[in-house]
């Protein structure tokens, strides 16, 4: 028996009422940043990528390298920043997962989230939801990326895969709501976007055939 997702419920859901600024901020970190930024926000598009792998639906993140950057060594989805040759933002989630999971196969995307601004960043985010039939293959970009961690799509939906975490950025002790996956942590923007994900995701039961 095996898990599959109702790709038609899942485009309906996503052109509806989506759960927006309500679903992240319960796992928003409990000070954020106080950024000020002359210049407009820099457009970028993240892919939750779902797909099917040992009967069970999964979802792909990266471990991104260390950098002297305020995103360095944390867990993301794949994505990036909108470029000149990138046609619009749907294009721009696509290439950039394409290219740092290294994957090929037919992707197809199901829709979009609310967008999400990273103040310490100045990023606009686009999420988009993905759905490949078949379990990808991952040549994963060295470059850019650790190594690429997968996570059931239920074991995200268990409330004992959170947690609470104390931590100290921009000089200042805050509290982060954390997913799990395994070692892994989840918290910030990465884990704002997918608490918009998952509560859609809970409004969607799998198929089991």
Known sequence: MKELINRERWRAELLGSLPGEEAQNRMAPSF????SHVSEPTRAAVMALMYPSAGKIHMVFIKRNEYDGPHSAQVSFPGGAWENGDRNLQHTAIRETREELGISGELEILGALTDLHIPVSNFLVTPFVGWMD??????PDPTEVQYVIEAP???LLSSSDMEMELMVRHDQAIQ?????IGKEKIWGATAMMLSEIL????RLPLRRC
């Not at 078949?134 to 040549?139: D, G, N, Q």
Request: glycine share 4%; net charge neutral.
């Open 32 to 35: 954020r940043g106080d950024f």
């Open 134 to 139: 078949e379990t990808p293959v991952f040549k």
């Open 153 to 155: 799509l239920q074991s």
């Open 176 to 180: 982060a709501p954390c997913y799990k």
């Open 199 to 202: 509560e859609l995701a809970s």
